[in-house]
């Protein structure tokens, strides 16, 4: 293990070697002290016995409970995003327009599906589509909740993409004599694409966790509540829900390459380089977006390897 | 619009919503201090913390907060028979189950949010130019002294905006808690929806009415603290 | 001027029904209000002759169906209709036509144990599919002619209305607000609400020994509610989203109770059997009926006697027994349909 360079802390010393050695080995020794009555309480209420654990094994258990939940989740996820980019980008170009009355009532829509919880819109949902349609549809609900969150929050990726493009395309495209909407169909919005392309990769993850808030209340079957169906009918609910877990995080971690990817390939690519960063922490809630658009680049205090 | 279920003494809505905002707080300081922890070990020099923090983050990032509140209550606390409150023999359990509901709540959110909260800090840290770091190390300070003294308070006053951002998003994740029944408003506008369904309008227009009062201030807030304290470069 | 006083009350009529219906509201309110419209009509034309308030009524009737309502009573040329129908039994029972041509979709629930479960491998297991099954083979439709359809509680009467089921077997308790839109034949079960424990629990000996205890039930539902209201004040309430989770906590302990109806109860407890009881003391009735199309006399008549026919044979008790059996279920005395 080869001793890095940082700015934070210099190339560890002998003495700084030994620190470190024995806090490694102090925090390495409490970890395996947690991990180890982490075990102990498990295999004393049997949830190490291979009984619990076989159903995984089992064909029919992934076709009847998992593979639908999952199928189930990603459809919510993947048509909700279909349906929340366009209405996002009426939203975010509505917020950027001069005239007031456009701008306005935009941005009050916009700060309002913000600031309401998941839960709460797909509850409204659900009973709205049942009292207009008289069919009770768990999907439906689901899909218009995060359809009318991440709308919102898509305008303001959108919004912020289009802030970043830069100021001399503007310029230049008012000089030779574009309006308002060419100058935004042909010069800033397919520019503005590929700058916020990773955070509605990004927003995905979002999507897709935000799917599991319809098994609650709503009673829609995607993934955690099918394997809750699942693990009552195999009497395993902890194996279960670790499974679902993996399941979760190798989903949402692919999606986060990507978008990391993304990222990387269209800010090389020639150009003024500028990407919309979402802030990781903001992931849920894209006040920063608001803000400001990071510029990416500056290498910081963490980076310098 | 029909909003006489206000006046219903069934439907408590203050209690639903100062719950929430029980809720929000203690989960709030709990991520705080255990998201500048792990924002700690992820930069420190000693490379099992810097992994733990790693890989912490990234597995508690993308689990669904359903999936970690449930199985606080279902796995944790109904299965491995971990108690967060006592009960009492012989005295209605109500005071024991929602203390421990609650408590299985707020810790859920805690091992969630932090991880939101030492991103945050971290690209803070990121913001903070090198030569800060570097005059820190030039005079001789140890590595808590640097992160402590010099990067964590510039590091902070930088992202204070996205930590109103993780605040607010806090805030309208405590709705989750009603997986588990604790008494939130999620819940309470289930129950309502149940009982006054054909007034199901009214219901959603206060519900939300409550959380915009919740997060709107929350957000002026903080932005006017991020401006107030934003490091002059 | 008695033309005068007809047309304001025809027109009244016709302009409240369209409010009504604009506003979105329930088909029930729009019945109700175009009935007691109409019944303003009737009432404003009192003392003109017959055939004047009968045009009134038909014309009342033609708003009221323009309302989508199940059925208008203000019209007596309809009301000959159905009677001259009953008689001519197949003919307007939607029932007995599918059920000569082999084919019929029931309605039952996918996710309730012991009464209405699809099981992994696509079959499909429970109380209420035996008896769904049983009807069906009275009426004709052997087991493999059945289509079952998922019916969730909220859209059991849409799903009739819309005519997408012949009939519906899902824990259906018959009300008096659902008599106004659909049919019901039956009852085939009286259930009665009940509490869940663990085999050995010997505390819990009915809803007034809650006291001091925890009770499962699922958010949003009456029962917990009231066991707390009518017996036992002093009852600790921990609500899920789901019964499963609320037997998974049942089994590990970490609550005493689960509460809703018995029959459901005993669907759950018969999935582990041995671990789980009944505790037998029931409390607040419910009576299952099938559900069908409003207005289908002749269909509803053949049911009840294909429930009939099953008490007497003894299918009743036992598919009693090979359902919910396993749970340590007390079958009760069975109940007398069409009562």
Known sequence: ???????????????????????????????????????????????????????????????????????????????????????????????????????????????????????????????????????????????????????????????????????????????????????????????????????????????????????????????????????????????????????????????????????????TRGGGGRMVKIDDAAQNDLMAARQRVEVVGVPGVDEVR | MDFSFLSDPRYDVIGAFWLTVQLTFWSAIGSFILGVLLAAMRVSPVPLMRRFGGGFVNVMRNIPLTLIIIMMSQVIANQLGVRLATREAGVNPQAFLDNQNFRLAVVGFILYTSTFVCEAIRSGINTVPAGQAEAARAIGLTFTQVLGIVVLPQAIRAVIAPLGSVLIALTKNTTVASAIGVAEAAVLMNTLIENEADKFTAVFLVIAAGFIILTLPTGLLFGALAERNAVKR | MRLRKIASAVAGAAALTLVVTGCGSSAENAVSSVTSAAAEATSAAGSVAADATSAVGSLASEAGSAASSAGSDASSAAVSATSAGGSAAAGNSKVLTDAKNGKLVVGIKFDQPGLGLKNPDGTFTGFDVEVAKYVADQLGVPADGIQFKESKSAEREGLIERGEVDYIAATYSITDTRKEKVDFAGPYFIAAQDLLVKSDNTSITGPEAMAGKILCSVTGSTSAQKVKDTYAADVALQEYGTYTECVEALRAGAVDAVTTDD??????????????????????????????????????????????????????????ESTVGPSGFAIPAPPTPGS
Do not use: C
Request: no cysteine; net charge positive.
């Open chain 1, 1 to 267: 293990m080869s001793d890095r360079a940082s700015v934070l802390y210099d190339i560890p010393g002998p003495k700084a070697k030994r620190l470190n050695l024995i806090i490694s080995v102090l925090f390495g020794i409490a970890l395996a002290a947690l991990v180890w009555w982490v075990l102990s309480i498990l295999a004393s209420k049997d949830q190490l016995e291979s009984a619990k654990w076989s159903p995984f094994l089992e064909g029919q258990n992934w076709t009847t409970y998992l593979l639908p939940g999952l199928w189930a989740t990603l459809q919510a996820a993947v048509v909700s995003v279909i349906i929340a980019l366009p209405i996002g980008a009426l939203l975010g170009i509505a917020r950027l327009s001069e005239h007031a009355w456009l701008r306005w009532p935009a941005g009050v829509v916009v700060e309002f599906f913000r600031s309401i919880p998941v839960i709460i819109l797909m509850l409204f949902a659900f009973q709205l589509w049942f009292a207009v349609l008289g069919v009770s549809s768990p999907f439906a609900a689901v899909v218009i909740g995060l359809v009318l969150y991440n709308g919102s929050v898509l305008a303001e990726v959108v919004r912020a993409g289009i802030l970043a493009v830069p100021r001399g395309q503007t310029e230049a495209a008012l000089a030779i004599g574009l309006n308002k909407a060419q100058l935004m169909t042909i010069v800033l919005l397919p520019q503005a694409v590929t700058t916020m392309l990773p955070a509605v990769v990004s927003q995905l993850v979002v999507i897709v966790k935000d799917t599991a808030l319809g098994g609650i209340l709503v009673g829609y079957v995607e993934l955690r509540r099918a394997a809750n169906t699942s693990a009552s009918f195999y009497g395993n609910l902890l194996p279960t829900y670790v499974v679902v877990a993996l399941i979760y995080i190798v989903i949402n971690m692919s999606l986060s390459t990507s978008s990391q990817y993304l990222e990387r390939r269209l800010r």
């Open chain 3, 263 to 320: 029959v459901i109860l005993a669907g759950y407890a018969a999935q582990y059997p041995g671990e789980l009881k009944l505790v037998g003391k029931g409390f607040s009735t419910e009576n299952y009926g099938i559900g069908l199309k409003k207005g289908d006399t002749a269909g509803t008549e053949a049911i009840n006697a294909a429930i009939q026919s099953m008490i007497d044979d003894g299918s009743w008790k036992k598919a009693l």
